[in-house]
């Protein structure tokens, strides 16, 4: 018998008993692992599982088979990675109208183009300051550590020949590329866009094009009388319900493609790339965790006064989804979602900032080109 049940109603109420008072602790016992069990299954949880699955397997099946078995190969070319990309492309596939549709609602919403200067000030000098930040500690890695040389010759002529041709046509087409009049006329051209159709009908829309577009719509929409602009608010907060609910959906099958994604990967190269870059790989990952435990935890508790674990708690399936995808236009969905659900962001601020920093504020890639070049 629980201590404090004197066998009415109100004293069952309170210890969570709902029928008969011997079984109470029982009740209570399966209540707290049905808890459990929900906290476990939590969409972050089953993330994080299928990606530690996934590379398990792959490392597993790379060791025991080797990643240029043809069963390896089989498992990698029908399965997992037609799989992996599916996600991806389901991801991307909702970025354009979601973030078109957020920023034009999101926006208008604000009613004072003054404000919205000011967000696009701070945006614009937080992103400078933390980009060069990160390029400042991938460079200081670099020529403290010195990667480049702990490689040993003949792996790096085995890497040459690998990979050799693959960076030989990327350099190619960089040197073809037309330089710009000026500096001026790149701005014009990286922001502004002629057709901003064409800037998102190919494989890979251009973000800043279509962020400039729909910047441009919202203030027109915020001069023009509420009576005139509600159905068109109406139609691109309709769109914005869909795609977020689309992503849902897809978010839900997210554990079963991590898996596949670090699986083809992992079954392909295993440990071996990782051994023959280990001092590569461990100056960028050294970079990356000063830069993220360091700077990132600096920048949040002065700027937004939450503790930084706490911050990284909320924002954890946004973190999974960028490790085992890569990109952060298919993040950027998952992203959203979580700055206003979990961070209480308003949707004006962070479909603007976020669509910005997806494109122009990639630290991680600013580090990790400092010390590929070094």
């Given at each position: 018998?629980?201590?404090?049940y004197?066998?009415?109603?109100?004293?069952?109420?309170?210890?969570?008993?709902?029928?008969?008072?011997?079984?109470?602790?029982r009740?209570?016992?399966?209540?707290?692992?049905?808890?459990?069990?929900?906290i476990?299954?939590?969409?972050?949880?089953?993330?994080?599982?299928g990606?530690?699955?996934?590379?398990?397997?792959?490392v597993?099946?790379?060791?025991?088979?080797?990643?240029?078995?043809?069963?390896?190969?089989?498992?990698?070319?029908?399965?997992?990675?037609?799989?992996?990309?599916?996600?991806?492309?389901?991801?991307?596939?909702?970025?354009?109208p979601?973030?078109f549709?957020?920023?034009?609602?999101?926006?208008?919403?604000?009613?004072?183009?003054?404000?919205?200067?000011?967000?696009?000030?701070?945006?614009?000098?937080y992103?400078?300051?933390?980009?060069?930040?990160?390029?400042?500690?991938?460079?200081?890695?670099?020529?403290?550590?010195?990667?480049?040389?702990?490689?040993?010759?003949?792996?790096?002529?085995?890497?040459?020949?690998?990979?050799?041709?693959?960076?030989?046509r990327?350099?190619?087409?960089a040197?073809?590329?037309?330089?710009?009049?000026?500096?001026?006329?790149?701005?014009?051209?990286?922001?502004?866009?002629?057709?901003?159709?064409?800037?998102?009908a190919?494989?890979?829309?251009?973000?800043?094009?279509?962020?400039f577009?729909?910047?441009?719509?919202?203030?027109a929409i915020?001069?023009?009388?509420?009576?005139?602009?509600?159905?068109?608010?109406?139609?691109?907060?309709?769109?914005?319900?869909?795609?977020?609910?689309?992503?849902?959906?897809?978010?839900?099958?997210?554990?079963?493609?991590?898996?596949?994604?670090?699986?083809?990967?992992?079954?392909?190269?295993?440990?071996?790339?990782?051994?023959?870059?280990?001092?590569?790989?461990a100056?960028?990952?050294?970079?990356?965790?000063?830069?993220?435990?360091?700077?990132?935890?600096l920048?949040?508790?002065?700027?937004?006064?939450?503790?930084?674990?706490?911050?990284?708690?909320?924002?954890?399936?946004?973190?999974?989804?960028?490790?085992?995808?890569?990109?952060?236009?298919?993040?950027?969905?998952t992203?959203?979602?979580v700055?206003?659900?979990?961070?209480?962001?308003?949707?004006?601020?962070?479909?603007?900032?976020?669509?910005?920093?997806?494109?122009?504020?990639?630290?991680?890639?600013?580090?990790?080109?400092?010390?590929?070049?070094?």
């Open positions: 018998m629980e201590a404090g004197n066998g009415d109603i109100e004293s069952r109420n309170k210890l969570g008993i709902r029928r008969y008072p011997i079984r109470g602790m009740v209570i016992r399966g209540y707290f692992k049905l808890q459990i069990v929900k476990t299954c939590m969409l972050h949880s089953r993330i994080l599982l990606l530690i699955v996934g590379a398990a397997a792959g597993a099946v790379n060791t025991i088979w080797g990643g240029a078995n043809p069963r390896v190969e089989w498992i990698v070319f029908q399965i997992t990675e037609p799989v992996g990309e599916l996600f991806l492309r389901l991801l991307l596939m909702t970025v354009v979601l973030v549709s957020s920023l034009v609602v999101g926006i208008s919403g604000v009613g004072d183009i003054r404000k919205l200067g000011r967000i696009g000030l701070k945006c614009f000098v992103t400078v300051v933390i980009s060069a930040i990160s390029v400042v500690i991938g460079i200081s890695l670099a020529n403290l550590v010195r990667p480049g040389q702990r490689i040993e010759p003949g792996t790096a002529q085995a890497l040459v020949e690998r990979y050799g041709a693959d960076a030989g990327r350099v190619q087409a040197a073809q590329t037309q330089p710009q009049p000026s500096a001026l006329m790149q701005v014009v051209r990286t922001l502004v866009p002629s057709n901003p159709i064409a800037a998102v190919s494989d890979t829309p251009n973000m800043l094009h279509l962020m577009f729909a910047v441009v719509l919202a203030i915020t001069l023009l009388p509420a009576t005139a602009t509600a159905p068109l608010i109406q139609a691109f907060d309709a769109l914005f319900q869909v795609s977020a609910k689309i992503i849902d959906m897809v978010m839900w099958v997210a554990p079963y493609t991590v898996a596949c994604l670090l699986f083809t990967t992992t079954a392909r190269f295993g440990f071996e790339l990782l051994v023959a870059l280990a001092w590569f790989v100056t960028v990952l050294a970079g990356l965790a000063l830069h993220m435990f360091g700077v990132y935890s920048s949040v508790a002065w700027l937004s006064r939450i503790p930084p674990l706490e911050f990284f708690r909320r924002i954890r399936t946004a973190m999974l989804t960028a490790f085992s995808t890569s990109s952060s236009n298919a993040t950027l969905p992203a959203l979602r700055s206003e659900e979990n961070l209480g962001v308003p949707r004006e601020i962070n479909t603007f900032v976020l669509t910005v920093g997806a494109t122009a504020n990639q630290n991680g890639t600013a580090l990790y080109e400092g010390v590929t070049v070094l």
